[in-house]
Structure formats: structure tokens, C-alpha cells
């Protein structure tokens, strides 16, 4: 069995060192940039963190089935420390806030990771940092159970960054959203769920990769938009308030882009579905991890009721 408390424990170590990792690769006279295809590149931050990410996971949970993005290993040592499981105990995960009780352990052959180890990378090639993030999603029988953001760098002025990780995670039965700066915060801070303007929807979307038609297409649905770059990037911008939801018009979004954003959106209760209402499998036994029905997600499942109608067949 897979405990909560204990996966949180170690996620939480896992997306703090990520953000070590990009940040020193960051700071270093070569980051190994190499390009995929086009407008998709990979850096030895990718690589590594993934590397990373994975021979931790591995040594706690040897049977856990683990998805990532990319096919290459880092093959140098990794010199960080390796994680335990009891940074956090069981009673903060154990119950929503109108007091239930909800289940605190998972059959393990049941589960798979999905790991996006540098999401946004196009963003840090170019020097677009606060667009950053690690994503660590985990899955209970193909549907998004558990997630972990990290957001690795603040913006502090025009290309100007401080590095101060901020990590946001939660189980979506729960109903709660926690978040840490770092790890050795035993009581995780908890995000409270924001409110919105009816009167004022503001449309969260890409600013990459987008044509002149999708452009119109987005600009057609009347409400002001938040353009950025990176899914977990949107994904924070809807748990904070700061966009109230999220859409995206494309297949090229694969499921460890989405996986963690999932879970965290509807521990707020919200929705998050393809562009008519299709739910999200994540079954690590597919020959493409691909999302082919686009994104509609909100905190406010209301939101995505209503746009819904407008959203069908723009893809």
C-alpha cells in the first residue's frame, strides 16, 4: 500500500530538489539544449530532475509504475540527498474540511506517476522563468488522485528572478490544497479556495505555439485574457485566484502536463475536462500519452457548465 502523508512527504522533497536542479542549470555556462521538435526543446535540467525524480520514487516504491516525459537518463551522479517519508503525518491528510474522514492509502499496482520534471521548458530557454514549474501527478485506477506543483522562481521585475520554490500539493478527495517553501515545514500552509467576478471571467491560455485562428477563436469567447506559457504555470494561476479558467485549444498537451493540474483543481472542487466535457483517462498502458481533446478547467465547475456550449468543437 501507498500511505498519503508518506507519498507528500517525499513528492515535496522531490519538487524542492527539482528546483535545485534548475536553478544550478540555470546559473551554468551550458544548458544543454537540444530540440525535440519544433518549439520543443529539452535541457540537461529536464534530464536531470527527471533522473532524479525517478531513482527516488523508485527507492520507496520499487512495484510504483512511473510515466515521464523524457526518454533520456542523466547518466553523471546526482548530488542531493536522498528523501524520507515521515516529513508529514497522517492526521493532515485524513480529513476534509466539514470534518470526514477520507481514505488515506492506495493499492500500489493500482497507481502510476506522471512526471513533467521542467514544465514550460521553451520558457526557460528563453529566459522566461516564473513560467517554471515541476508537475508530479499521481493516478488511482486511470483518474488523477494526487498532485504536486512546484514553482521554482518568483519574478521580481522585468527578467529578474529570485529563487524561492513554492510548492503546492494535495489528494483531491480531500477537498484542501497545502502548500510549502520548503522541507522541513512538518505543518504544511493551507491555500484557501478564491472567489470570482461573474461580471469579469478571465480566460487563462497559452501565449505559445498559438495560430492567428486559435488567437480568434480564444479572443471569440469575450472575456480578458492571461496569456503565459506551461500548464502548471496556468494550473497555479487558477488555483490563486489570479485566472478563473483555464482553456486550451490543441492536442499537443500530454497527460504529465495534466495529471497533477487535475488533481489539485478538483480538491477545489472544480472540473477539468476536454472541450466537450470528455474525462481524462491516465492509463500508462497507452502507445501515446497525448491529449487529444483539448482543456477546459476551472476551480468553479459552474464556469465549466457554462462555457461548455461555447468550448464544443473549436478543436
Not at 96 to 120: A, F, H, M, S
Request: hydrophobic fraction near 35%.
Amino acid at each position: 500500500m501507498l500511505k498519503v502523508h508518506e507519498f507528500f512527504s517525499v513528492a515535496t522533497q522531490l519538487a524542492y530538489n527539482a528546483a535545485i536542479i534548475i536553478n544550478q542549470i540555470r546559473l551554468s555556462t551550458d544548458i544543454g539544449q537540444k530540440w525535440k521538435g519544433i518549439d520543443d526543446p529539452v535541457t540537461i535540467a529536464d534530464i536531470k530532475a527527471q533522473t532524479y525524480i525517478i531513482q527516488q520514487l523508485q527507492k520507496h516504491w520499487p512495484q510504483l509504475k512511473i510515466v515521464g516525459e523524457e526518454s533520456t537518463v542523466y547518466d553523471q551522479p546526482i548530488d542531493l540527498p536522498d528523501t524520507y517519508n515521515n516529513l508529514y503525518t497522517e492526521d493532515i491528510f485524513n480529513k476534509t474540511p466539514n470534518n470526514l474522514k477520507v481514505r488515506t492509502q492506495y493499492e500500489i499496482e493500482d497507481l502510476c506517476v506522471w512526471v513533467d520534471p521542467l514544465d514550460g521548458t521553451l520558457d526557460f530557454v528563453q529566459g522566461d522563468y516564473d513560467c517554471v514549474t515541476t508537475l508530479i501527478g499521481l493516478s488511482y485506477k486511470k483518474q488523477a488522485l494526487m498532485g504536486i506543483i512546484s514553482q521554482p522562481f518568483v519574478k521580481i521585475a522585468d527578467k529578474q528572478y529570485e529563487f524561492k520554490p513554492k510548492i503546492y500539493f494535495g489528494h483531491h478527495p480531500q477537498r484542501r490544497v497545502f502548500y510549502t517553501y520548503d522541507t522541513k515545514q512538518l505543518i504544511p500552509f493551507e491555500l484557501l479556495k478564491p472567489s470570482y467576478d461573474p461580471s469579469n471571467i478571465i480566460l487563462c491560455t497559452s501565449k505559445n505555439r498559438i495560430t492567428e485562428t486559435k488567437q480568434k477563436q480564444i479572443q471569440s469567447l469575450g472575456c480578458p485574457l492571461l496569456q503565459m506559457g506551461g500548464s502548471g504555470k496556468k494550473s497555479l494561476s487558477i488555483l490563486e485566484g489570479k485566472g478563473d479558467l483555464f482553456l486550451y485549444i490543441g492536442v499537443k498537451m500530454s497527460k504529465w502536463d495534466i495529471s497533477a493540474p487535475e488533481a489539485l483543481i478538483k480538491a477545489f472542487g472544480g472540473r477539468f475536462v476536454g472541450l466537450e466535457g470528455q474525462i481524462y483517462d491516465y492509463n500508462h498502458e497507452d502507445k501515446t500519452y497525448d491529449n487529444p481533446y483539448g482543456l477546459l478547467a476551472s476551480i468553479h465547475s459552474e464556469l465549466v457548465e457554462k462555457f461548455l456550449p461555447k468550448t464544443t468543437g473549436l478543436l
